[in-house]
């Protein structure tokens, strides 16, 4: 899903993504594709490398998937290795702070932050687009939040508290406990996306947002964005992130001893 006037341009390799600035526009494109975007360790540094080393001219991030989904979540085998290497979850734990570290650097980002979704956005991969501030998605996209059903709790990156914030509770309790899949106009009723529009318009869209975007004031849109953060923030009377690390390592620890004692 590369913007047509960002075909030729300058793109720089990651292992796991690429990046290309146009403008004060910071492109970023999960660049997995034969693994469906498949979030990884690595992939998590990256993100986080590239959000922390911004150029401060930027004013919006455009976050993508390579390939025929946006992302499909992330890459259980690294649990599987982990749990190996450290059956009491240290890696687990270290990879759920990875993730939190990355979604926060999303939605704290000076920058407007846009998902830019299309064809599957799975667990890791609907929590990636829930820490932008615009997601606009293909008609053809879905999403589906499948941890219970893989013996995890919804425990990665904030994705409950974002869920909670933007969709609300009777509406998450559903999805979450039934993992059933959502198209995109559900998604867009829910406010999980903002905008839908045919999988060629994608980039329209994105540009559509990006424009007006472009013209304010720096020093107030950034004021405006730490209010939103801050507002939002003060709604929570408690802020479970910092634990979510800690759940799914005990979660994911006391399962794989449970089966290995059957």
């Keep these: 899903m590369i913007?047509?006037?960002?075909?030729?341009?300058?793109?720089?390799?990651?292992?796991?993504?690429?990046?290309?600035?146009?403008?004060?526009?910071?492109h970023i494109e999960l660049h997995k594709p034969d693994e469906g975007n498949a979030v990884t360790d690595r992939m998590l540094d990256e993100l986080l490398a590239v959000l922390d080393d911004r150029d401060p001219a930027v004013r919006a991030i455009v976050l993508s998937g390579a390939g025929e989904d946006f992302?499909?979540?992330?890459?259980?085998?690294?649990?599987?290795?982990?749990?190996?290497?450290?059956?009491t979850g240290g890696g687990v734990r270290a990879s759920g702070t990875r993730a939190?570290?990355?979604?926060?650097?999303?939605?704290a980002s000076p920058a407007v932050t846009i998902a830019k979704v299309h064809g599957k956005a799975i667990g890791a991969?609907?929590?990636l687009a829930?820490?932008?501030?615009?997601?606009?998605?293909?008609?053809?996209?879905?999403?589906?939040l499948p941890e219970l059903a893989l013996g995890l709790p919804t425990a990665w990156g904030g994705l409950l508290p974002r869920l909670l914030n933007e969709v609300g509770a009777a509406r998450v309790r559903e999805i979450v406990l039934t993992g059933r899949s959502f198209d995109a106009y559900e998604a867009q009723s829910m406010s999980v996306l903002q905008k839908v529009v045919?999988?060629?318009?994608?980039?329209?869209?994105?540009?559509?947002?990006?424009?007006?975007?472009?013209?304010?004031?720096?020093?107030?849109?950034?004021?405006?964005?730490?209010l939103f953060n801050a507002y939002t923030a003060a709604t929570h009377l408690a802020d479970?992130?910092?634990?979510?690390?800690?759940?799914?390592?005990?979660?994911?620890?006391?399962?794989?001893?449970?089966?290995?004692?059957?």
């Excluded at 939190?100 to 939605?107: F, K, M, P, W």
Aim: proline residues 5%; contains cysteine.
């Design 3 to 26: 913007p047509h006037r960002l075909a030729t341009a300058a793109w720089t390799y990651h292992k796991t993504l690429r990046t290309a600035l146009d403008d004060r526009v910071l």
């Design 71 to 87: 992302c499909l979540g992330g890459d259980r085998t690294e649990f599987d290795e982990y749990l190996a290497q450290d059956p």
């Design 100 to 107: 939190r570290r990355v979604c926060e650097a999303l939605t």
């Design 125 to 127: 991969g609907v929590a």
């Design 130 to 144: 829930l820490a932008c501030d615009l997601r606009v998605g293909a008609q053809s996209a879905t999403f589906r």
């Design 198 to 226: 045919p999988e060629h318009h994608l980039d329209d869209a994105v540009d559509a947002w990006v424009r007006p975007v472009l013209r304010r004031p720096e020093g107030a849109l950034r004021v405006t964005k730490a």
């Design 240 to 262: 479970a992130r910092v634990l979510e690390p800690e759940l799914v390592a005990a979660v994911v620890s006391a399962t794989r001893y449970g089966q290995q004692d059957r």
